[in-house]
């Protein structure tokens, strides 16, 4: 017997389909059933690789005595995070609001107008942990919503006003003047939040906080501060050494629950492999360190080889469990591994750490933590022909569940840095995955200048939201600046364009995460917080400023301006949440801009290019054009041509440009001193 979920394409969803639970999808008529029948809804919200999701549904709603006290008083709704990430906003931020710290299973009791009265995340089936069974909790729950409905009221007015009021910006605050001072400040401040002997933010559960790292890097090119550079580098490298990363397969989890990064939460989420995957990038520009590169070029291979989904976009994620346990299928008892490499297990022992007794719950997480450096060639070439033969073994082993689902954000998001890394690296075959992706979105998921979010089984899912488009033009831009094709560039006016129209706030500036002709949900959130993703509002900052660089429109500098100012004073409240704005503020305000005269056929226009993409700035913008065209008035090497009739360059910061550069190899050394 199923529920109302077996009609639909999101496999967290399907996963739930046969629980006894009446389960609902979100929607117009569960929200009918709840105020026809005076219930509280029992809003569920989580995704496919998640772990404790897959606790509670385990012991609770795969429970019938549980499942009838829910059915009897709850309207039940059931939501995918990643198809909904604007409802999962909304409830998460009124779940902060309750002094939570938050996390998914998010678990909320709303009135049937789906406002909020209480809510948690992960309840075990009796008490435990510290916390109520989930039984008690529903008890309480339902008898607050018929017996103290005045309780109910204050505590949804309340929590309904502040979400209202999270989407303004926040008054009172002086808006700092933005300069690499204030940003140096600032990073000098972050960095004390860096553990400089194993890498990371904080203490456990460590994430990567790539946003962070990113803005400390930024840092390190402003300042030549070598403490920046080495909390990048010691971060970095510990993730790379550590069993966070899969040196079997390849790819990252989503985060470790230990400080020394050892034991991931084996789930693997795409935007996590590419932010990884761009940051790595930007960091062997600099440094040429083969470990960066053999961890890109794995990780690459990974997404490629286990994350291609139909029409050639990216899947969303990998699960953390597989036969009901996490991390089965990723640890190695020291006998399976003596039995799949016969003369080459002492060597595969020696390197990851592998031991009789294991280092988690009796089995091993292979990884390298005792060094933070590659061995030589010959070594690492059979360290790799060893880790193949154990990825054949791992390959009879039941996998881990694959949600399929490709969402526009998420594929911006590898697009882009694939897209990157492809011109860094000299892969066309990188970029060609990255084209295919896209064109799949823009095609099969577009109407016109729209968007939809998610695509499954031939079918699209749900308005797309800011960050579809915001990260998807920010794709187009990249792959505009490696490939010259004005099909990108096009494509990202007009989605800035339908952001413009649809999400722009005209009281306030800035963007909604929504659009005005969608879905009216209680709040409408508007914010350049990062969350899992980087913020849309942050990453349009970026957009923007490419968009203006690359035409000369003075609309995409007036909307860069706007929307900047729109959340300059969220700085003096909290910095930290904003990295992704304060990375494309950088770039806004000291662009370093590669002008390439010469036809992209060319050899020597080619020579030249593959060195802009040698730079180390993340403030890189390259532009390639013919002889016969002009880059626009605005562009400060407007009006420069060739020399001698060869591809030439020029490279700008601000208004200053160097001298014509014809000889590749001497490109890095033109850029101005400024």
Request: glycine content about 8%.
């Amino acid at each position: 017997m199923t529920n109302r979920l077996a009609e639909e394409t999101s496999p967290y969803l399907q996963q739930h389909k046969d629980n006894p639970v009446h389960w609902w999808p979100w929607g117009a008529a569960a929200l009918k059933a709840a105020r026809d029948q005076d219930k509280p809804i029992l809003l569920s919200v989580g995704y496919a690789a998640c772990h404790w999701c897959h606790v509670m549904a385990h012991e609770s709603f795969e429970s019938p005595e549980i499942a009838a006290q829910m059915n009897d008083h709850f309207i039940n709704i059931k939501v995918d995070r990643e198809e909904r990430p604007d409802i999962d906003t909304i409830y998460m931020n009124a779940l902060h609001m309750l002094g939570e710290q938050g996390g998914w299973p998010l678990t909320m009791f709303l009135t049937p107008a789906a406002e909020p009265y209480w809510g948690g995340t992960y309840f075990p089936p009796e008490p435990r942990f510290g916390r109520p069974g989930f039984p008690q909790v529903l008890e309480a729950m339902a008898n607050a919503w018929v017996t103290d409905k005045e309780a109910v009221a204050k505590n949804t007015t309340a929590l309904v006003t502040g979400l209202q009021k999270l989407a303004r910006t926040a008054e009172g605050e002086d808006a700092p003047p933005l300069t690499g001072d204030l940003f140096d400040t600032m990073a000098a401040r972050l960095i004390e939040s860096v553990d400089m002997d194993l890498g990371g933010i904080g203490g456990a559960p460590k994430f990567p906080h790539t946003f962070a790292l990113e803005f400390l890097w930024r840092a390190h090119g402003r300042t030549g501060d070598p403490k920046f550079a080495d909390a990048v580098q010691i971060s970095l490298d510990q993730m790379a050494q550590g069993g966070i990363y899969d040196h079997v397969g390849g790819g990252y989890a989503r985060y470790a629950t230990d400080a020394a990064w050892l034991v991931p939460h084996f789930e693997k989420m795409l935007y996590d492999n590419t932010l990884l995957i761009d940051l790595m990038t930007q960091v062997w520009q600099a440094t040429g360190s083969r470990l960066y590169e053999a961890r890109i070029r794995e990780t690459v291979g990974w997404t490629l080889r286990e994350m291609v989904a139909e029409g050639g976009g990216f899947a969303a994620s990998l699960d953390a469990d597989s036969e009901g346990e996490e991390g089965k299928y990723y640890v190695w008892s020291a006998t399976e591994i003596d039995a799949a490499l016969g003369v080459d297990a002492a060597m595969v022992r020696e390197v990851f750490g592998v031991t009789p007794g294991g280092n988690w719950e009796g089995k091993n997480i292979l990884n390298r933590s005792h060094a933070m450096t590659l061995h030589d060639a010959q070594f690492e070439s059979d360290l790799a022909r060893a880790c193949n033969a154990l990825y054949d073994v791992r390959e009879q082993r039941v996998r881990p569940g694959w949600d399929d689902k490709v969402l526009a954000d998420w594929n911006g998001l590898m697009i882009a840095a694939m897209a990157r890394a492809s011109a860094v690296f000299n892969e066309p075959g990188w970029l060609a995955a990255a084209v295919r992706a896209w064109t799949f979105i823009a095609d099969k998921m577009g109407d016109g200048d729209r968007l939809w979010h998610a695509a499954r089984d031939g079918k699209v899912r749900n308005a797309g939201m800011l960050e579809d488009y915001a990260n998807m033009a920010q794709a187009s831009l990249a792959l505009f600046e490696v490939t010259g094709e004005p099909r990108f560039l096009e494509r990202a006016g007009a989605w800035s364009a339908t952001l413009d129209s649809f999400f722009w706030d005209d009281d306030q500036g800035g963007y909604y995460q929504t659009a005005s002709d969608g879905e009216q949900l209680i709040a409408r959130p508007r914010n350049a917080t990062d969350n899992a993703v980087p913020s849309g509002n942050g990453t349009m900052v970026g957009v923007l400023a490419r968009l203006y660089l690359h035409t000369g429109d003075e609309v995409y500098r007036a909307r860069a301006h706007q929307l900047i100012d729109a959340f300059t004073p969220e700085i003096a409240r909290n910095f930290f949440g904003l990295m992704t704005f304060l990375n494309n503020v950088d770039l806004w305000l000291k662009p370093v801009q590669v002008a390439v005269i010469g036809d992209r056929k060319d050899a020597g226009t080619k020579a030249l290019t593959n060195a802009a993409y040698a730079l180390a700035s993340p403030n890189l913008v390259l532009s390639v054009i013919a002889p016969d065209t002009a880059l626009p008035t605005s562009h400060p090497a407007a009006g420069k041509a060739q020399t001698g009739g060869k591809a030439t360059a020029y490279v700008c910061i601000g208004e200053t440009c160097s001298l014509p550069v014809t000889d590749a190899a001497s490109l890095s050394e033109a850029v101005p001193a400024v």
